[in-house]
């Protein structure tokens, strides 16, 4: 059977702004982090790897907040004005980052933006779904592709403007404005003939808390959970500290550090373009099991992988092309694993599952983020903390292996 052309409409480019916009102001500070650890008094070859850690766990822990929260917001208000507010709430969070004066006074600047962060990761994906019911799957991962736009736009644009002198203040500045502005896409009154398709029931606590009651009874739930944790940390862990880990291990501007970062995005937009486009509801296991099976070989190559051995254009060649291929395995774990899921429990709410899936693949972030800073911190290497990466995905394996287990004996979810 033929399978219908893909169509977009002024929503779908919305949802794209703010995967781009959310991607690109995650990650402007991990590719600046370096230089704002000199100013503002962690700098990461003294120490200061763990403090540059948890300033994304910080942000992860109101994003967690937010997340459990937002379903009810949205309930509320809609999704359309909830993807608006919370584009604008962390938009609002970035630019008041570029005024901090210490690393004490950045923490909760932070935290303003990972509370609008968490609204996003909670709402985008269901927001998606609801624009297109009939292949979800195909959606979702296209829309997912943008927050690898993001991490290239920001190597682009944050790391080639500091490497040419521009203070990381202008440039997370001028970041935070984009984002607000952005926000109209969802904010602009609606044309009449093609609002947003919003769910007309309105829940409230008692509604909420039997829908999750229902959710935590699935141990399918738990084990996507899992997944998640492990994935989402193999990812955001990789790509929070790549930049820093070629800027301090082969001792290259900040520009170069950023081309690495990009080099991942650009793999990950592809795969998740790729994946999005062939997926179907009996291939997002697949899909995720050979991509892990690909990425650990080529995430544990990069530890072993260090100036002086070969010629530098050979070393670098090398470098890209790994950090490429590794952006391209590890691009369909987050949406993939919450379709998986969603689509294997469909008698649960899709929209709350999205949301919790959401709020056990944040705290995977900030931890693996946390905690490579801290093992970089022990050893004295970022090198040696690649390791937790294919480490991670050997768990991640572990719980798509079992689930596949499970589907193959005919046992309930």
Same mark, same amino acid.
């Given at each position: 059977?033929?399978?219908?052309p893909?169509k977009?409409?002024?929503?779908?480019?919305?949802s794209?702004?703010?995967f781009?916009?959310?991607?690109?102001?995650?990650?402007?500070?991990p590719?600046?982090i370096?230089?704002?650890?000199?100013?503002? *008094?962690?700098?990461?070859?003294?120490?200061?790897?763990?403090?540059? #850690?948890?300033? !994304?766990?910080?942000?992860?822990?109101?994003?967690?907040?937010a997340?459990?929260?937002? =379903?009810? &917001?949205?309930?509320r &208000?809609?999704?359309?004005?909830?993807?608006?507010?919370c584009?604008?709430?962390?938009?609002a #969070?970035?630019?008041?980052? =570029?005024? =901090?004066?210490?690393?004490w006074?950045?923490?909760?600047?932070?935290?303003?933006?990972?509370?609008?962060?968490?609204?996003?990761?909670?709402?985008?994906?269901p927001?998606? @779904?609801d624009? !297109?019911s009939?292949?979800?799957?195909?959606?979702?991962?296209i829309? !997912?592709?943008?927050w690898?736009?993001g991490?290239?736009?920001?190597v682009?644009?944050? =790391?080639?403007?500091?490497a040419?002198?521009?203070?990381?203040?202008?440039?997370l500045?001028s970041l935070?404005?984009?984002?607000m502005?952005?926000?109209?896409?969802f904010?602009?009154?609606?044309n009449?003939?093609?609002?947003y398709?919003?769910?007309?029931?309105?829940i409230?606590?008692?509604?909420?808390?039997?829908?999750?009651?229902?959710?935590?009874? @699935?141990k399918?739930?738990?084990r996507?959970?899992g997944?998640?944790?492990?994935?989402a940390?193999?990812?955001? *862990?990789?790509t929070?500290?790549?930049?820093?880990?070629?800027?301090l291990?082969?001792?290259?501007?900040?520009?170069?550090a950023?081309? *690495?970062?990009?080099?991942i995005?650009?793999?990950?937009?592809?795969?998740?373009?790729?994946?999005?486009? &062939?997926?179907?509801?009996?291939?997002l296991?697949?899909?995720n099991?050979?991509?892990?099976?690909a990425?650990?070989?080529?995430?544990?190559?990069?530890?072993?992988?260090k100036?002086?051995?070969?010629?530098?254009?050979?070393?670098?060649?090398?470098?890209?092309?790994?950090?490429?291929?590794?952006?391209l *395995?590890?691009?369909?774990?987050?949406?993939?694993?919450?379709?998986?899921g969603? @689509?294997?429990?469909? !008698?649960c709410?899709?929209?709350l599952?999205?949301i919790?899936?959401s709020?056990?693949?944040?705290?995977?972030c900030?931890f693996?983020?946390?905690?490579m800073g801290?093992?970089?911190?022990?050893? #004295?290497?970022?090198?040696?903390?690649?390791?937790?990466?294919p480490?991670?995905l050997?768990?991640?394996?572990?719980f798509?292996?079992?689930e596949?287990w499970l589907?193959?004996?005919?046992?309930?979810c």
């Amino acid at each position: 059977m033929s399978r219908k052309p893909l169509k977009f409409g002024r929503y779908d480019v919305a949802s794209y702004s703010a995967f781009t916009m959310y991607s690109v102001c995650s990650l402007a500070i991990p590719l600046m982090i370096v230089a704002m650890g000199k100013d503002l *008094g962690f700098p990461l070859d003294k120490g200061g790897m763990s403090a540059g #850690g948890l300033l !994304h766990a910080a942000r992860c822990s109101l994003m967690i907040a937010a997340l459990i929260l937002c =379903s009810l &917001i949205a309930s509320r &208000i809609g999704k359309r004005l909830t993807m608006g507010f919370c584009v604008l709430f962390f938009g609002a #969070g970035i630019t008041a980052c =570029s005024f =901090s004066v210490n690393y004490w006074m950045l923490l909760p600047c932070l935290v303003l933006v990972g509370f609008g962060e968490g609204i996003c990761e909670g709402i985008a994906t269901p927001f998606i @779904q609801d624009l !297109h019911s009939d292949a979800p799957e195909r959606y979702v991962n296209i829309g !997912h592709a943008f927050w690898s736009v993001g991490i290239l736009a920001a190597v682009i644009f944050a =790391s080639g403007l500091l490497a040419l002198g521009v203070s990381w203040r202008t440039i997370l500045c001028s970041l935070g404005v984009l984002s607000m502005i952005s926000s109209l896409f969802f904010l602009w009154k609606e044309n009449p003939k093609k609002k947003y398709p919003e769910t007309k029931d309105k829940i409230d606590l008692k509604v909420l808390w039997e829908r999750t009651c229902l959710i935590l009874k @699935q141990k399918c739930f738990w084990r996507c959970c899992g997944a998640m944790f492990f994935g989402a940390g193999a990812e955001f *862990g990789l790509t929070f500290w790549s930049a820093a880990y070629i800027e301090l291990t082969f001792k290259t501007s900040v520009f170069v550090a950023g081309l *690495g970062t990009g080099a991942i995005a650009v793999g990950m937009f592809i795969g998740r373009t790729f994946f999005g486009y &062939i997926a179907k509801p009996e291939r997002l296991r697949y899909i995720n099991l050979y991509a892990t099976l690909a990425t650990i070989p080529l995430s544990l190559a990069l530890v072993f992988l260090k100036p002086g051995v070969l010629p530098n254009w050979m070393t670098f060649t090398i470098l890209f092309v790994l950090l490429f291929l590794c952006g391209l *395995g590890i691009a369909p774990y987050w949406p993939t694993t919450q379709v998986f899921g969603v @689509q294997k429990m469909p !008698h649960c709410d899709s929209t709350l599952l999205y949301i919790y899936f959401s709020a056990l693949g944040v705290p995977g972030c900030g931890f693996f983020s946390w905690f490579m800073g801290y093992m970089g911190d022990k050893l #004295g290497d970022l090198r040696a903390t690649i390791l937790v990466v294919p480490c991670s995905l050997v768990v991640f394996i572990c719980f798509t292996f079992y689930e596949g287990w499970l589907s193959r004996s005919n046992k309930k979810c």
